[in-house]
């Protein structure tokens, strides 16, 4: 299982986080209420495992794709992340 860049974003408030794992949920994900932890998700049809750190008095997000299947590309699993965040408020940093 091959890992992706780390990604940043911004603009990731307290508000924003838990719009972030309200949207996750409804989606299959499960993202922990915790400032850092890892999930997986089934990005494509493909499982795909995430560390992330976030920093709610900066708004900063550290997302980084720890495993995923080599057929599948760090730009499109970038898309959905990206996809995600920003339909929750955030913006890539």
Known sequence: MASCQTWRYRNVTPAVFRLLQSLGKQKG????????????????????????????RSGQLAL????KPAMLGCSTIKSFADKIIADSGGKPA
């Open 29 to 56: 994900i499960s993202i922990p209420g915790s400032a850092s932890g890892s999930f997986g998700v089934k990005v494509a049809g493909f499982q795909v495992g995430f560390q992330y750190a976030w920093d709610s």
């Open 64 to 67: 980084t794709c720890i495993a």
